[in-house]
């Protein structure tokens, strides 16, 4: 058999943690919604293909409709060799589409189709434009088995495309008799509809709404949206503004004052605010941040911490008063005087929306009454067996009650989670009075009235897998709602707030009826998610007055203090063009910085004292400033400019002149800056005489050099500056010698050696100075370094690991302090060695392996760390794969200082030669899988690793045949020979699973047939599409068999009970088209005799329902990144 399959996926990773490709169940219509960030690991080249397509563009007989299908046929699909693919542009509401798509994927198994904004990058800043839209893929066989998805988007310069990475699986797309590639050509249809947007950029929260929104920092909007609810529940605020903390306290490791400052902010700013405090206090780091979580895990989460948080305080109990009802589970027996009730407390309700039409609706769903009888009677004590009735009642209602709506639901028979976009109401006022109290239990206290206010509409925008969270809130319960969307809020009327997230379908009407063309249709993917109601008898306590007295003093002043800081800032900015910052170098500076801060150069500018100095101001007056910042007259100072030379180093190059000194700051800064940025460096020449007092400089000549110079001590591996000279051009290094051995503290005699620092990028260049030359002829000049150090003694026993000073500063350059951690715990840093950038792969293990007390350093495997996931690379390092520790650590073009090690049980060139394989192991009597690993040589064959697999599994029979075969998306794609060569197998996205050949097919007659049995069930969802599940099988039939004797072995062979046997069907299929048997049918009549090119689309299905519990085996199935649970760790 041959397999048809694209070619292997693309397996690098993309800048947001992900996991890699791995085939995954077929998941639902609005998978993915999210842009195509197609940076895989670092910038790629943009690679467009101009393949050979077709399309045109269905309108309304306007110029530019609002809305619009383009349909796009694009020629020999399976032949493109290219990432990605756009096609023409078209026009639709005033503005230029294309559709994007990724014909072998964005690095998943699934086809990826976006809608672009064709000429994004030639828009003005701060576009946007707003768009609902669909995309199928057209089936040319049945046009009925087309596959549409649909959803919105605000398009602008962050989000120029949004789509569907995982739009269909490539299996299914490929698959020449599913109907969507007929003669290698794929139909594409883009349905657009565009909507008006008001300017998103301009708009003022503070000044148009009087309340300020959140920022967003990555996929946090489910976390802003829950924030402003809370916030703008005053008895919540408040009580949160009373909780202890204190002035030593850092917002960033304390829940309670992160929210205390996230909630003054958002009372008291003018500007949208930060959350970064807040998940740092929750122990987030970015990572988590950037992954969408869900807003009732945080929800239930936070409340949780604050509680416990609150615990022993003046506010201790707040979160339970505000939160907690309870409600009673009874069973109650009809036929015995029998009752048993259990009290529990929530702080939210998960209602229902599928099937229920309103929350009135899923309140009766929540209290129905269940009968147990017949096969699921109640033990009741006492009574044995018996009949009953069970259900839930609620003794107390909160002041707010917060229900979730069950919009994520798993779908068993998709296996797979689906949101529920069902219209589903929700009223202004609720009353859980209603009907007598139908939802209360008899010990309610009916003294309370259940009648409740809605107070906030948390709306979920988008698929199951993504999307976008805002909130309508109104926060003093008044006629006036607000939309609180990340930075921006809004004010909106009661229908946004309420009518338009009921979900449900809208109806585009066609922009010309005239046309006999189908209206749009769309799926409202924004509706409501959690509701937020406020008991009408608490509400004047609810939203009760917060105000700064209520603000703990401590807090009050940190927190304008902060804010007087930012508005400083602010107005630093604004006038940041009338100023000039002037960062003045010293001797002392040298001093401070050199063999501690820095090596090369003489100093870092960003840790010297700085002036932010008014342009217009003449240069005379700011050393008047200078004089009495720095306490050194007017007339002893000398100013040199900087300058950048060629070979990237940063020297004084020539004293201002008089001239300049009488110009303004600004004059003076552009003379002295091509760059153009707002500083001016300087570098501040003073003078000591005899009694260290600040003398006039010296006057200087052409003749003159300014030398700066470093002294090195072999011994301490110590580099320090000790002082300039002005030397003669014709003078000689020899003349100086004296004075260079004075400032070091030598002897005026000590033999000493010279060098010039001339550059260290790319790499270091110190060359020995020869002290009979003049300075002239060694090429130095103003601004130039000359370290020095003891001539080394000949046949010294003193080993210095760095002799002379240029091995030294090759060793500083070069020097690399590396964080280790264990790839098993790849957040936590283990160990750190200070290794050379110039270490080969050999030292590097080596250091490691002996930090560890490994005897054999090949043993260790190395990894990279990923700098834009902050994980781990996908892919080990090989052994001896790379030549220095600098390869190792730089990531496109950032470096990193992290590795991960692994200590294997072979060495790494043994591990290499090897190619390991996950096999899956079916017993062939008991209902299990165990998945093995077998590591063999890349040259062995199937054969050996059956022959690997029998020493580790257990046989029925000792002399038990095995097989391999390939299993994809619950099909059997081929057996693989014995005589096959392993390295070319790939178990990354195919499942390998071994078992024992059946003693039937061993002895197969002339007559009989192996034919393949799949389970199947037609997706109601997706027009009636037959999808695969379960383990797949071989069975032989025999010439003449009828179904219902096939019927007979199946079910033994499968072991299913009768009862839910009889509810199976039995069909033939044949590419994907079911044709459903009869029990006298002869099944070896439908199955052809030869074997047919792609026979695994010849097979018998078996049609149930998918109630199979889910085996645990986790072979190629990564967590997806957007399952990771919320969890605050502080």
């Not at 110079?709 to 110590?718: A, C, G, H, I, R």
């Not at 200590?903 to 060139?909: E, F, M, N, R």
Request: net charge negative; glycine share 4%; with cysteine.
């Amino acid at each position: 058999m041959t397999l048809m399959t694209p070619p292997p996926l693309d397996q690098q990773q993309q800048p947001q943690p992900q996991p890699q490709p791995q085939p995954q169940p077929q998941q639902e219509d609005d998978e993915m919604l999210v842009p195509n960030t197609d940076l895989l690991e670092g910038p790629q080249p943009m690679e467009v293909a101009q393949a050979e397509t077709t399309s045109t563009v269905e309108a309304q007989a306007v110029d530019d409709p609002p809305s619009a299908r383009f349909t796009w046929t694009i020629d020999n699909f399976s032949r493109l060799n290219i990432k990605k693919l756009y096609s023409d542009v078209f026009l639709v509401g005033g503005y230029k589409w294309r559709i994007l798509v990724f014909p072998k994927g964005n690095n998943v198994d699934h086809l990826s189709m976006y809608l672009d904004v064709a000429d994004s990058t030639n828009l003005p800043y701060g576009w946007s434009r707003y768009a609902q839209f669909s995309l199928s893929v057209i089936n040319q066989i049945h046009n009925k088995y087309s596959i549409r998805k649909e959803t919105q988007h605000q398009f602008n310069a962050r989000e120029s495309d949004w789509g569907f990475t995982s739009f269909m699986p490539l299996g299914e797309l490929y698959d020449p008799g599913r109907g969507y590639l007929v003669n290698d050509t794929c139909i594409v249809e883009a349905d657009v509809a565009v909507r008006r947007v008001v300017d998103y950029w301009s708009h003022d929260s503070k000044k148009e709404t009087g309340f300020v929104g959140l920022k967003n920092q990555g996929a946090t909007c489910y976390m802003n949206s829950l924030l402003q609810t809370l916030y703008h529940i005053p008895y919540f605020r408040k009580n949160v503004y009373h909780m202890p903390t204190t002035e030593n306290d850092m917002p960033t490791g304390s829940i309670p004052l992160a929210l205390q400052s996230l909630f003054y902010k958002l009372q008291y700013s003018d500007t949208s605010v930060a959350t970064k405090e807040l998940t740092k206090s929750f122990g987030w780091d970015t990572y988590d941040s950037f992954m969408q979580h869900d807003v009732q895990e945080l929800n239930r989460v936070l409340s949780e911490k604050l509680e416990d948080k609150m615990k022993g305080t003046v506010v201790e109990g707040t979160i339970q008063q505000l939160f907690e009802g309870h409600h009673m589970n009874y069973i109650e027996c009809i036929n015995v005087d029998y009752k048993s009730t259990r009290k529990e407390s929530f702080y939210d309700l998960q209602l229902d929306v599928k099937g229920c039409r309103d929350v009135y609706a899923s309140f009766d769903k929540y209290v129905e009454v269940e009968r147990l009888e017949g096969d699921n009677k109640y033990h009741a004590e006492r009574y044995g067996l018996q009949d009953a009735r069970k259900g839930v009642l609620f003794i107390d209602f909160p002041p707010v009650l917060q229900l979730q709506l069950k919009r994520f639901e798993y779908d068993f028979m998709r296996d797979t989670m689906v949101k529920i976009n069902d219209r589903y109401e929700f009223p202004l006022e609720l009353d859980l009075d209603r009907e007598n109290g139908k939802y209360l239990s008899p010990d309610a206290d009916k003294t309370v009235r259940n009648l409740y206010i809605l107070h906030s509409v948390l709306v979920h925008s988008g698929g199951v897998h993504g999307g976008h969270y805002y909130a309508y809130i109104r926060p003093t319960l008044s006629d006036q709602w607000f939309k609180f969307d990340d930075e921006r809020v809004t004010k909106e009327d009661v229908k946004r707030a309420l009518e338009e997230q009921y979900g449900g379908e809208e109806e585009l009407p066609p922009a010309n009826p005239g046309f006999n063309n189908s209206p749009f249709k769309f799926t409202k993917y924004s509706n409501a998610y959690m509701l937020v109601y406020i008991r009408e008898s608490d509400k004047e306590k609810i939203i009760c007055n917060v105000d700064e007295k209520d603000i703990a003093e401590h807090l009050r002043i940190r927190l304008k203090k902060e804010q007087e800081e930012k508005e400083q800032k602010r107005k630093e900015k604004a006038e940041a063009h009338l100023y000039t910052i002037i960062k003045v170098a010293r001797n002392e500076d040298l001093i401070e910085q050199i063999g501690r801060d820095i090596y090369f150069d003489l100093v870092d500018h960003d840790k010297v004292h700085s002036f932010r100095i008014q342009k217009q101001i003449s240069f005379n007056l700011f050393k008047e400033e200078v004089a009495k910042e720095l306490g050194i007259p007017v007339q002893f100072q000398r100013f040199w400019l900087w300058a950048k030379r060629q070979n990237h180093t940063y020297r004084p190059n020539r004293p201002l002149t008089p001239q300049e000194e009488a110009q303004s700051v600004g004059q003076l800064r552009e003379v002295s800056n091509k760059a153009n940025n707002a500083e001016l460096k300087l570098f501040l020449e003073v003078e000591l005489g005899q009694d260290l007092q600040p003398v006039p400089p010296p006057e200087r000549t052409k003749e003159d050099i300014l030398l700066f110079f470093k002294l090195y001590d072999p011994s301490k591996e110590e580099l320090r500056y000790v002082g300039r000279l002005f030397v003669k051009g014709s003078g000689k290094p020899v003349e100086i010698l004296p004075k260079l051995n004075e400032m070091a503290g030598f002897s005026a005699d000590e033999e000493i050696e010279l060098y010039e620092e001339i550059k260290f990028e790319p790499t270091i260049m110190c060359e020995r100075i020869d002290k009979k030359v003049t300075f002239r002829a060694s090429q130095l000049e103003d601004g130039d370094i000359v370290c020095f150090q003891k001539s080394p003694q000949v046949g010294s026993s003193d080993q210095c690991r760095y002799p002379d000073v240029p091995s030294f500063l090759d060793y500083v350059h070069n020097r690399q302090v590396v964080r280790f951690r264990s790839l098993e715990k790849p957040k936590e840093d283990e160990f750190c060695l200070e290794l050379s950038k110039l270490h080969d792969y050999d030292d590097v293990v080596e250091r490691v392996a002996q930090h560890l007390g490994l005897d054999d350093p090949s043993k260790i495997r190395l990894t990279s760390h990923n700098c834009y996931s902050q994980q781990p690379k996908p892919q080990p390092i090989k052994y001896r794969g790379v030549e220095h520790l600098s390869d190792m650590l730089v990531h496109y073009n950032q470096t990193s200082d992290i590795l991960y090690y692994e200590v294997l049980d072979i060495p790494l060139p043994e591990l290499q030669g090897l190619k390991t394989l996950k096999v899956a192991f079916h017993h062939s009597t008991k209902d299990e899988v165990v998945i093995h690993t077998i590591r063999l040589p890349k040259q062995s064959t199937v054969g050996d690793v059956i022959n690997d697999l029998k020493t580790k599994v257990e046989l029925s029979h000792p002399n038990a045949e095995l097989r391999l075969l390939e299993v994809f998306y619950h099909k059997i794609y081929k057996i693989f020979p014995l005589s096959e060569k392993i390295e070319n197998i790939n178990d990354q996205y195919w499942t390998l699973r071994a078992e024992e050949v059946p003693e039937e097919e061993k002895n197969l007659g002339p007559h009989d047939r192996l034919i393949h049995v799949y389970h199947f069930m037609k997706d109601t969802a997706q027009n009636q599409v037959v999808q695969n599940f379960g383990e797949p099988f071989f069975l032989v039939i025999r010439e003449g068999e009828t179904l219902a004797e096939v019927k007979e072995r199946i079910q033994k062979k499968l072991q299913v009970p009768d009862e839910e046997f009889s509810k199976w069907k039995f069909a033939f299929l044949s590419l994907g088209r079911p044709d459903y048997l009869q029990d006298s049918d002869i099944v070896s009549s439908r199955f052809q005799r030869r074997d047919v090119y792609g026979a695994w689309e010849q097979y018998l299905g078996l049609e149930h329902t998918d109630n199979a519990p889910k085996r645990s085996y986790a072979a190629n199935q990564n967590r997806h990144t957007f399952e990771k649970p919320v969890k605050i760790y502080n």
